[in-house]
């Protein structure tokens, strides 16, 4: 059976509530120029949910199945969706070539086609809204993010966020291992134009975001994301449940604190 591709396109996630609507013109509103603090933004799973990317990127495997092996997009879709469901997170697409007998060494081909589609990704009303709450308010935002920067610059094009933030620091470029390492940080810093003291690092990871971000002197916010993990010993400065949280937070974070950009 063909399904229409626009009618099984559309993703679903226990995210939808929170992450279904484009990002609009009127919604942008331009840097100042007397901007004294600055913030390091993660990316996945802070200012959209990565399981977008994945839902996105076997749906892109599956219509390139049905494409080259003549089995349909949907069922291929279901069979690694089911995998996931499973516990099989990373092992899709060798479920995929298992269920239907296909070799083994097809994987590496499905898995090219994965990380090299364009992302069907769409950002919050609510990301959107903070990001330009954030800017409004003076912040210089930095998008801070591990991964490999071709697909990581995939995700970015397709969420549209060049335009609501001053820079974006694909971190693999700048040390192997990417995040926590002090080096990325420092390059976060140095587009930020401001210095650790007046800067706050907002993430979802306890390693990555919050003990890279503190070990160079930088104060730091935590988005507990669904499943995430509790607080400990190592947290964040300030833990949120809902990024809209965030301006205020990362105000009184700061308060008091004066940067000294110029
Ligand atoms: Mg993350």
Redesign the pocket.
């Known amino acids: 059976m063909i399904v229409p591709s626009t009618l099984w396109r559309t993703v679903s996630s226990p995210w939808d509530a929170r992450f279904t609507i484009g990002p609009s013109p009127k919604d942008h509103i331009p840097t100042t120029a007397t901007c004294r603090r600055g913030a390091i933004l993660?990316?996945?799973?802070?200012l959209y949910p990565r399981e977008l990317f994945v839902q996105s990127g076997l749906m892109a495997v599956a219509r390139h199945l049905e494409e080259q092996r003549g089995i349909t997009a949907m069922d291929a879709f279901d069979t690694m969706s089911a995998a996931r469901r499973d516990g099989a997170h990373g092992l899709e697409l060798q479920a995929m070539c298992s269920q239907y007998g296909l070799p083994a060494d097809l994987v590496a081909e499905l898995l090219h086609v994965y990380r090299t589609h364009r992302p069907l990704l769409t950002l919050s009303r609510e990301t959107v809204s903070v990001l330009a709450r954030l800017r409004a308010d003076g912040w210089r935002l930095v998008i801070l993010t591990n991964g490999p920067p071709a697909v990581q610059r995939a995700k970015v094009q397709a969420l549209g966020l060049s335009r609501l933030v001053d820079h974006v620091v694909y971190a693999e470029e700048h040390d192997p291992g990417g995040k926590p390492a002090a080096a990325v940080f420092r390059e976060a810093l140095r587009c930020l134009d401001v210095p650790a003291s007046a800067s706050i690092c907002v993430?979802?990871?306890l390693v990555r975001?919050i003990a890279g971000a503190r070990a160079a002197g930088i104060r730091t916010v935590r988005l507990a994301t669904p499943g995430a993990p509790g607080a400990s010993a190592a947290d964040a400065d300030v833990t949120i449940e809902s990024l809209s949280a965030l301006p205020d937070v990362a105000a009184r974070l700061l308060k008091g604190a004066r940067a000294d950009a110029s």
């Open positions: 993660d990316l996945d799973d802070t993430g979802d990871d975001d």
